[in-house]
Structure formats: C-alpha cells, structure tokens
C-alpha cells in the first residue's frame, strides 16, 4: 500500500472537490454556557459557499451550574432540551437534511455533561458532538474565514463565550495559535461578582484574575507574530456584538445594520466599562437592546475583552457576524470535499494533528506506517463480508494504528495504557470527544485484555455504536501490530481470504525480503489472533507462501 503519510503528503497539494451540484440546507447548532444557538444554511457547492436563510437563539443558561457539584441543574437542562427541540421543529420546517451540533465550555465540565447528552440523544435523537476548547477555537477561525478575507495577513480573533474565551491567530491559511482559557460572561459574573453595582474591591479582583487567566494563551499568540506584523483584531460573539451595539446608539443613536465590519475602539471600550461599572443591574437594563440576561453579564463580558485589547497591545476591534456555528458549516463542508481554495489547508486537519501528535511521543514513524496500511488492508478487505463500517471508522482505525504505541513515551509497562492516557487528554484537532475517546479506546486495546465493562476507559463510550466499533476494529489492529512485530516491515502484503463454509479467514502473507520466514511475526500473530477470533466467530490462518502470489 501507498503510505498514509504520503497520502496526507499529497492531499495537501490537491486536495479534490467533490462533483456536487445541488443545493443542500444544513442546520448548525451550538450549545454554549450561556445560549443556544443555531443557523439553518443552504449550501452552495458550485461556489462552493452557504447562505444563511434562518437563525434562533434561546438564552438557557447551563452555565448556571449547581455550585455544590458542578453539575448542570434539571432547569438548565430542561430548558435546553425545550430549546434544542424548538431548533429541531424550524430546520425540519425548512427541510434541513442534516442537523449537526456541537456543546461547548459548560457541557464539557460538568460531571453529568455526558449524562446530559445522553438525555438529548435519548429524548430528541440529536447526536450532540462535545468538542475541545482548542477544537471550538478552530472552528471559530473557519467561521470567520468564512465571513472576511484576511489577504494573507495577520489576524487575530477573539471569541468571548458564557465560559470561555478563544483566541485565535492565522493569516487565512493555517493558524499559528488557538488556545482556550476559562474565562467567560457567565463564569467570571457567577464566581466574582455579589455587589451591585460592582464594588471596586470586586472590580479589582476580576480584573486582575482576567489579567492572569489571559496572560499564557496571550504570550503564546504573540509568540507567533513577528516584530514587523501589525495583525487586525476580530471580534465575534454576543458580548461583543452587544458592545459595539451600545457603542453605535451611544455615537449615532443608529443601530448598524449588518454588524460586520463595525469598529470599535479601546478608548470607547474603556468608556463603556467605567459606565457599566458605575451602573445596577436594574440601571443596565435600561440600554435599549440590553435584555435581562445580558444586562447581568455584560460588564464581565466588557471587562474581559478591554484586558484582552490591552495585553494584546491592540487599539481597535472589527466585528464579525460569524462564529462557531458557521465554522460548523464550513467543516461539514470541507469533510464533504466541497471546499479547496484558500481553505484546503484545512481539510487535512485531522491526519496533520495525529501526525504532530505522533512527533510529540517520539513515535516510530515507520512502523506505525506498516500497522496503519496493514490494519487498513484488513479493514478493507474484510469489509461487506466480516463488518460494515465505513469511511468515518477507518479514519478512526488509521489514527488508532498510527498512536497505538505512544505510551512507550510514558513506559514501557503497560504502554497500551499510557496510550490511552496520553490520546485521551492530547488536542486532536478535528475530532469532537466521542471520536477521541475511540481512537484512544483502539490504541489501548491494540494488546493485553479485550474490552470489558469493568474498565473505566470502555465505560467512557457512551455511545453503543462506538462500542461495537472498539469490539469489531480493535482485534484488527492487534493482527496488523502482530505482522509487524519487529518493525522492520517484514510482511509486504496481506490477503484475506474469507472462506464461510469452513468458518475461517486465511491470510496470506508476502514478504518483503525472500527467504525471510516472519518467524517472529507469525509467532505473534497466532499469540494474538484469538481476540479477532471470538470477535468473528471463525478462525484465522496465517499463510507465508511466496507462491501463493503467483496465483492471485
């Protein structure tokens, strides 16, 4: 086989655009701490591009956690559910396709997030994808890329959320940095704020735990720019949308009509501060346009985007109308090879980020190389016939096989375990966690025991389809480690060859040096097959026959 790397290699370079040309509406949903939204899109492959023809948003508050255990209280969660399906009854009106959503800061850290999400699926059939901080910052980039042309110049974006802050610095192309870091409207008002109005005792301390929370993801952007770069800075989200909004009936008494594009200044910014600052919650809700809710998290919101403009060294702020949800859209775009252009360095993240990961744990290239095209082989010819997974767990299996022995970084000892530890809590750009926790799943069970209830990391698959995905490909990649058991490619090919009648699935090797007998690796392969065996219900017979080639 071809390898993957190589394949990755060229994918950079041409990319190929999928021959699609009729109109298709998707809806896109976020599930943030503060609210829910979601736009419903018509895409456009000929452009390619989307238009949006609907939005809704429903402010529910799941940041608004319970402060004893951190957990997502019944109302948050009930007005969630009331949400999401009001969301689900405007895309099926609008004869949306597919719905596809994404939960952010709240959901990921309450210890009944995943409960949560359970309920949804359960209750609605919505299959709700938990994505990193880091994962929604990229998303974040692709939205606005989306919306404004950075001409291969600097950016940076700021994104300021009910719980999180992203920011983000690329020229159009591939980001240099994304970092998220916990601190957001909802947050910072639920943790600081008792006084109203703000005492300046209070203020003081928000704004200097701001400051502090800021200063790594900060330092590590401006790692990344240059003495001579002069970068723009992009604002997107509610709280800063509300700015800018307060900001125009302030100046003009005209509420600009789109937003995009609107500039706001640090100085007016800081004027808007003092104000807000200086006001009760009852005197805020008196600025036309300000609802209830925002009114109690604006001024953190306010505070927390002056302190990022002053670290950041940067005078004004330019408004972008797109966000996370359309960063949703254009990634469902791009995994559906309708984008290329100044986008296409994008649609290999996935395979990019298992490979920067690989290089962090030292691991050997090459042979994760041979287990990836093994397992692949396996995979493929196995397919119609042993299993019926398709594109989307191949992936899966191929980032699984290329990780697999990342825990040696840790040790040597129960590697198989380190590996799983070190996939599960790296940043796998592209992936949401449900997608992670498999590929760490497959790479700890690619040795040693089976899958089982009892342990801790099986039990992390909530889903029942991404169980049987671990059961099913996880015994394939033990068979692809085994033929490569001293890493040095021995086995040059595998063929399967599924024989019903007699309950058994023969391979037949072909080595890569004539005369070499893969004494060692069909020593391994017997050692290791009965996992695929119990899995398949038929037994597996190793062949090493050079002349068996001539006949296939």
């Not at 599930?31 to 402010?59: D, W």
């Not at 970084?409 to 966690?433: F, P, T």
């Not at 498999?438 to 700890?444: E, F, H, Q």
């Not at 169980?467 to 990649?477: F, T």
Request: charged share 25%; glycine share 6%.
């Amino acid at each position: 086989m071809v390898s993957s790397v190589r394949k990755i290699k060229k994918s950079l370079v041409n990319f190929p655009v999928m021959a699609i040309e009729h109109e298709r509406i998707l809806a896109a949903i976020d599930i943030g701490t503060n609210s829910i939204h979601m736009v419903v899109v018509r895409v456009l492959p000929v452009l390619p591009g989307f238009s949006i023809i609907a939005k809704e948003k429903t402010t529910v508050r799941l940041g608004d956690r319970d402060k004893a255990t951190g957990n997502l209280t019944d109302a948050a969660m009930q007005r969630a559910i009331e949400a999401l399906h009001r969301c689900q009854t405007i895309a099926q009106s609008l004869n949306a396709e597919s719905t596809i959503a994404v939960a952010t800061s709240a959901v990921r850290e309450a210890p009944n997030g995943r409960a949560f999400l359970h309920r949804v699926e359960e209750e609605l059939g919505l299959w709700v994808n938990l994505i990193s901080g880091t994962e929604e910052a990229r998303r974040i980039y692709l939205g606005v890329l989306s919306g404004m042309e950075f001409n291969e110049k600097p950016h940076i974006v700021i994104d300021i959320g009910g719980g999180s802050t992203e920011l983000i610095l690329g020229d159009g192309h591939e980001p240099q940095s994304l970092s998220s870091t916990k601190v957001g409207a909802v947050r910072l008002t639920s943790e600081f704020v008792t006084t109203d109005p703000i005492s300046e005792a209070e203020f003081q301390v928000l704004q200097a735990y701001i400051r502090g929370m800021l200063e790594r993801s900060v330092d590590e952007l401006k790692s990344h720019l240059h003495p001579d770069d002069l970068p723009r800075l992009i604002g997107t989200s509610g709280t800063i949308e509300t700015l800018a909004c307060i900001h125009a009936r302030l100046t003009s008494g005209v509420l600009p009509s789109p937003l995009q594009g609107y500039s706001l200044s640090l100085t007016d910014l800081q004027d808007i501060v003092n104000r807000l600052r200086c006001m009760s919650y009852a005197e805020r809700l008196q600025i036309p346009g300000l609802n209830d809710r925002r009114a109690e998290i604006i001024l953190a919101g306010a505070l927390i985007l002056q302190e990022a403009m002053l670290m950041l060294g940067m005078e004004s702020i330019t408004i972008c109308e797109r966000s996370l949800r359309e960063g949703m859209i254009v990634d469902w775009m791009l995994t559906h090879g309708l984008i290329e252009d100044r986008m296409r360095f994008q649609s290999s993240v996935r395979e990019r980020s298992i490979l920067r990961i690989a290089q962090r744990y030292r691991i050997n290239l090459f042979h994760s190389e041979q287990v990836a095209d093994l397992a692949l082989s396996i995979f493929d010819q196995t397919k119609g016939t042993l299993h019926n997974w398709g594109d989307e767990e191949r992936e899966l299996l191929w980032a699984a096989a290329i990780l697999h022995n990342s825990g040696h970084h840790v040790s040597h000892d129960s590697h198989h375990k380190h590996s799983y530890y070190l996939i599960r809590n790296s940043d796998l750009l592209g992936y949401n966690e449900i997608e992670i926790e498999t590929i760490a799943n497959l790479a700890r069970y690619h040795r040693k025991s089976n899958p089982k209830k009892k342990h801790e990391n099986y039990r992390n698959l909530t889903s029942k389809k991404h169980r049987r995905i671990v059961e099913q490909l996880s015994p394939i990649l033990r068979l692809a480690v085994a033929l490569d058991r001293r890493q040095i490619g021995a086995v040059k090919r595998v063929v399967c060859q599924y024989h019903p009648e007699a309950g058994e699935l023969k391979l037949l090797l072909e080595p890569t040096r004539i005369g070499d007998e893969c004494a060692l690796e069909l020593w391994s392969l017997n050692l290791k097959k009965p996992s695929f065996e119990d899995q398949y219900g038929l037994k597996v017979v190793p062949v090493l026959e050079s002349a068996a080639w001539s006949v296939l």
